[in-house]
């Protein structure tokens, strides 16, 4: 048979719990916007066949000379090719 002490401290525990979840939500929700925030410049372009030792700043400078759009190193943040499901493809940029 539960005692008393024993329904305060599991009713204590309880709330500690939720105060708990709720702190870890908070950061939680933070860290979920800064990573959609990190993504509202992401560009991926698709069909570029890969070619070894290629570079893929050049690769986006020729489409940028090919769409008459400037764009300098300084522009891009990072570039990368993004590994596809389907093997017949190429990878992104």
Same mark, same amino acid.
């Given at each position: 048979?539960?005692?008393?002490?024993?329904?305060?401290?599991?009713?204590?525990?309880?709330? =500690?719990?939720?105060?708990?979840?709720? =702190?870890?939500?908070?950061?939680?929700?933070?860290?979920?916007?800064?990573?959609? !925030?990190?993504?509202?410049?992401?560009?991926?372009?698709?069909?570029?066949?890969?070619?070894?030792?290629?570079?893929?700043?050049?690769?986006? !400078?020729?489409?940028?000379?090919?769409?008459?759009?400037?764009?300098?190193?300084?522009?891009?943040?990072?570039? !990368?090719?993004?590994?596809?499901?389907?093997?017949?493809?190429?990878?992104?940029?």
């Amino acid at each position: 048979m539960p005692t008393q002490h024993n329904l305060f401290f599991t009713c204590d525990k309880k709330e =500690e719990n939720a105060s708990l979840k709720q =702190e870890i939500g908070e950061p939680r929700n933070q860290i979920q916007d800064l990573e959609q !925030h990190s993504k509202l410049n992401n560009l991926e372009i698709q069909g570029v066949p890969q070619k070894k030792n290629e570079n893929i700043f050049d690769i986006l !400078h020729k489409i940028g000379d090919a769409i008459q759009c400037d764009i300098s190193p300084t522009d891009i943040n990072a570039a !990368h090719r993004v590994a596809q499901l389907n093997s017949n493809r190429c990878d992104p940029v």
